[in-house]
């Protein structure tokens, strides 16, 4: 029991390091990343812009219903595109209520 105690704290502690959040301001191109911020405003049906107090950012969705309103607070997975504007691919995003929404890419 007290293995598996060992084993659960240590994979809880192993998943906080890997979901450590970074500022937008020090994002680079392909990084995998986690932000939070604000969502400024929805540009297109499938990209809103993310702000923090270092900088914003677009937020690539891609085929999926927008999850999210201007104003939302909402933490952001994904890998920074590595082309010439600066945006995350979201994996997934999880709102201020804890929900998470999967973002799969089925082009």
Do not use: Q
């Not at 595109?81 to 998470?100: K, V």
């Amino acid at each position: 029991m007290r293995a598996l105690l060992l084993g659960v704290t240590m994979a809880l502690t192993a998943g906080a390091v890997l979901a450590e959040t970074i500022a937008i301001g020090e994002l680079r191109r392909g990084m995998m990343a986690v932000v939070e911020g604000n969502v400024e405003r929805i540009t297109d049906e499938d990209e809103f812009i993310l702000a923090d107090t270092t900088g914003e950012i677009r937020v690539y969705i891609g085929p999926n219903a927008m999850p999210v309103r201007p104003g939302d607070l909402v933490r952001v997975e994904g890998v920074v595109d590595d082309g010439l504007r600066m945006e995350i691919y979201a994996d997934a995003i999880t709102l201020a209520d804890g929900r998470i929404v999967n973002l799969p890419r089925g082009y």
